[in-house]
């Protein structure tokens, strides 16, 4: 098996990490532990209700300071434990083209 076929490295942790999840508009957050995490995913226990939040896209806060912190989106509830997907940035392909473009423009 090549290394591009294999499937991404996934951390458990046995008794759970402390993190945050947040509202992307800053208007709710809950406590969570972090029990898995991979490059592209998440799983977590949601200590509170999730109901009636908006979990389309909201942030994971990895630190009590917020400067770790990865965009997710919801993929399963399954009671208290969530699974989350990591987003990628929208402006990383944009700031690649605007930087080779600019290279072009001033060779």
């Given at each position: 098996?090549?290394?591009?076929?294999?499937?991404?490295?996934?951390?458990?942790?046995?008794?759970?990490?402390g993190?945050?999840?947040?509202?992307?508009?800053?208007?709710?957050?809950?406590?969570?532990?972090?029990?898995?995490?991979?490059?592209?995913?998440?799983?977590?226990?949601?200590?509170?209700?999730?109901?009636?939040?908006?979990?389309?896209?909201?942030?994971?806060?990895?630190?009590?300071?917020?400067?770790?912190?990865?965009?997710?989106?919801?993929?399963?509830?399954?009671?208290?434990?969530?699974?989350?997907?990591?987003?990628?940035?929208?402006?990383?392909?944009?700031?690649?083209n605007?930087?080779?473009?600019?290279?072009?423009?001033?060779?």
């Open positions: 098996m090549s290394d591009g076929a294999k499937a991404p490295e996934r951390v458990t942790f046995s008794r759970g990490y993190v945050c999840i947040m509202g992307i508009d800053g208007t709710w957050r809950r406590d969570c532990l972090l029990n898995a995490i991979s490059d592209n995913d998440a799983i977590l226990t949601v200590e509170g209700s999730i109901q009636g939040l908006n979990l389309k896209e909201f942030f994971l806060l990895l630190s009590s300071t917020g400067l770790a912190y990865r965009r997710c989106e919801l993929v399963r509830v399954n009671g208290a434990e969530i699974d989350v997907s990591f987003l990628k940035g929208k402006n990383k392909k944009k700031r690649a605007a930087m080779t473009k600019d290279a072009l423009i001033g060779a």
